[in-house]
């Protein structure tokens, strides 16, 4: 099949009958053979339609925050309008005092004309903010999407943001997927380039990526270079298999029947128990080592060699040569990430099958703050109840059906694309490139969905001061002229005030647009240093903002033909 | 010492006096609502009225409870006034007119303390002792088991129950008001205050002519006005009058008793909590805005422009000599700060600029430090406004305590904030709409106008001072400002309790270095920022037609 409608990645994917990975996806093309598919999904709701609706947000369910957000908006709306319809008696009353001034196109003998009530309602009430809201949560959905993560509600996306507890598969998360070669450690006084040669050589037709590694590790560290098979053309490479539990290569002398090399490398048991069988002994110091790399949460692979010098004499000598240690390789940056997510007070938590001894050895080379050893699927599940009980909220990846119960429980599961459809039901996001990695990004992006929120709403209400500044002495400064103390702006006239005001109202939402569909830059931080910062911009930004804004238009509109 | 170090030195040691008493009277106040063990006496009280003191009660069953006990105070009381003629110790005045008797009975129940009557002339012993002093002692402990109750609900934790509010009222009243009105009410005898039964007497002045004094037990009502933050005094002077408060330093000592219980109860909050700096960061914010707002008094009295105040050197008009001006500015703010509305001088005749603060720290809502009890609360729905707000700059569902502020949370934060605007700004709107009412304005022009708007924002607010100047014993004011109280007192407390019920049934999410941190300075700007914005947004318009219009030039 060729997927890349969804998830944008060109190599077809192999989708067979039975079995988890039977699932296909509407929009995706079957690229060669027949396929005959049984849709259980009902028109309208599928994969594609599901995604278009979330860019569209069309039906867009409001997010928890969102709600409690819209009810301030809507209880400051009403504190405005109170003000505002408590304003005209107040009006009407001062207008009295002063019978001899003239009436002006702002105030005139009943109050405060419509038209100018109108304009400072529309002004105070939170208009900026309750424009942007519908933006900055479709803005956020979009940022995962571009992200190639579907999210299937707002609710998990703004669930990320809030994430106490993350955790992290250990292997193709934290790891590299596979374990790669780290050291050579001859035993039994073997010189140290001779075990790399026997290592690289018996791992050349090894095609699995511990083997390429071994031979990539000769050729970096000791400068062997990789030979083809074609140079050695009397070479015979044994593959591994289960039962032997080793591989290599036999090469044969030259002009020596039944004379030659037998190189092996496999677990230490099945190599050990060869070289005994070919009439040889271990050297005291391999369990030695051996058992070092097992404890340092390696893997130990020995390497033995039988020489054996001709049918005719059949004089065959078996010797250990000495261990490869093959171990995790923990990414590139991922204790930094880890450091930050740590200021930002969530907890990492590292998933993985191994022994408690590797484990641990990882956990601390990767800086997670702890981990879960010997974990089966049930475990993972009381680990994430364990903690959502302890008031955290919990994210995690998984990818089989194994996994679908703790993405279920999870706060924030995140399905891989190439895992099984049971997972992905379970979770409440889908990863289309699969890379597990991404929860982090995701838990930035909900932050970033919050934090725009708030700053905005904090910039739109402190906007309301300067309006203030301008309305108020412009409507009364004529009846009691100690209120045009409060024209701190010094603009021109009670219209080009009002006007200004409103020209301002107006044109600070399209100047917020962008900063809406972007969101507020995001640095990774502590809470202290975030809200400093968002207060300093948004806050004071948004108190001061208005009078310079005003002001400037002022200084336009006062050239209007019509404006006194 | 020049009166404006006198003014200084007077407000220096008040703070420092409760800088000295918050922390032990606020752990002493946190062991009376955290203590398993029943006193003697409140066991007696308990199996009187049929309680079981035991049980936990659930925020709606506390509402009841609240509203109940309210309602019966308000019933018993108004037909004690009506009744009055009927009654032993009356000194001869008859029952009050039932639009009278309904406002002080609302006044009274509701903590304002707000009086259309002239206590002296009105009131005989048994309504003064039997009928007000006993609401000045279970209005303020209502506050305060309300303030109790959402306290519980930040620090219990998945839980539906809030405590007992008939265990909260008994020992506020058996274990704190009382034993210190006791003591109190004798310092104040000692500094000249009276009490005694002695009824009218007439004396001969100096000038030859006869004066009807009336005495009175007075102290035993004067520590609880001042204590139970509630304000109604015995005579219409209030702590103006020389028997109510005769010298400095019983003006002193009211000022601090009035301030005392509200400045403590956030030390009992932190302590209940479990974390006393989040107490101290809510004192700070009180602080903060209190300082402020005596300083600006005491600053707009003693230096104001207008031709009296310059030539005198300060605003002396309306003020009782024996205190002087900054002794009765720092009473005013003090007053006004919290819901007391004891006065000791004619806010009326304040400059207009000083006036606009008395109006503007009441406008803030009567959180620095506000009230008994409705201080604390009403700052801590503050608190969590400004938590959303802050919570979500940072990145998260906003948290505080450990608990989510969520739309629940915000709703009922909401409506609390709007509750009071909507009656001052209201009763305001319409008095000054409808000719007549308005007709009872002393004064015209601006100057009238904040006569009304301050009588609606004390009122609305719980505070109960008055202007002066509008005579408000009318039916229609009356009536208005009565359900104006009422409102103001009780729609509030059912916020209260239900945000109360709802944080209680959260569990309490642990802090980590990516929650919002409650008790650094930047939080306590970010309160006192929060609530100083909301309130300029909102009484902007109104102040400036009112005291701004007349004191700005």
Redesign the interface.
Known sequence: MDESAITGESAPVIRESGGDRSAVTGGTLVLSDRIVVEITQRPGESFIDRMIGLVEGANRQKTPNEVALNILLASLTIVFLLAVVSLQPLAIFSRAQQPGIPDNAALDADGVTGIVLAALVVCLIPTTIGALLSAIGIAGMDRLVQRNVLAMSGRAVEAAGDVDTLLLDKTGTITLGNREAWAFIPVGGVDERALADAAQLSSLADETPEGRSIVVFAKTTYGLRERTAGELPTATFVPFTAQTRMSGVDLATPGLRGGGRQIRKGSASAVLAWVRESGGSAPPDTDHVVDGISASGGTPLVVAEVLTAGAADGGRTARVLGVVQLRDIVKAGMRERFDEMRSMGIRTIMITGDNPLTARTIAEEAGVDDFLAEATPQDKLDLIRREQAGGRLVAMTGDGTNDAPALAQADVGVAMNTGTSAAKEAGNMVDLDSNPTKLIEIVEIGKQLLITRGALTTFSIANDVAKYFAIIPALFAAVYPGLDTFNLMRLHSPQSAILSAVVFNALVIIALIPLALRGVRYTPGNAMAMLRRNLCVYGLGGLVVPFVGIKLIDLVVQFLPGIR | MNTTTAGVVFAASLAVALGLTYRPFGDYLARVYTSERHLRAEKMTYRLVGVDPDTDQRWSIHLRAVLAFSCVSALFLYVFLRLQGRLPFNLGFDGMAPGQAFNTAASFVTNTNWQSYAGESTLGYLAQMAGLAVQNFASAAVGISVAIALVRGFSRSHTDRLGNFWVDLVRTVVRVLLPISVIGAVVLVAGGVVQNFHGVRTVSTIVGGGQAITGGPVASQEIIKELGTNGGGFYNANSAHPFENPTVWTNWLQIYLLLAIPFALPRAFGKMVGDTRQGLAIVSVMAVLAITGVFLVNGFQLAHHGTVPTAVGAATEGVETRFGVSGSATFAAATTLTSTGAVNSAHDSYTSLGGAVLLLNMMLGEIAPGGAGSGLYGMLVVAV?AV??????????PEYL?KK???R???FA??Y??TT??LA??V???A??LPGE?ANMLN???HG?SEVLYAATSVANNNGSAFAGLTANTAWWNTVLGISMLLARFLPVVFVLGLAGSLARQ????V??????TH?P?FVG?VT?VAF??V???????I??GP??????
């Open positions: 406004l959303f707000v802050g919570g979500l700059m940072i990145g998260r569902t450990g502020i969520a739309a949370e915000v709703k909401a409506l904030i709007l605007p909507a700004l209201g305001t709107a319409v000054m709409a308005r015209s022009g601006a106008l569990r309490t999410a642990p980590s270095s990516g929650t919002l941190p650094r930047l970010l920022g914005v909301v300029a947004l909102t009484y902007f318009p109104a400036a037609l701004f219009a007349e004191g700005l030039h």
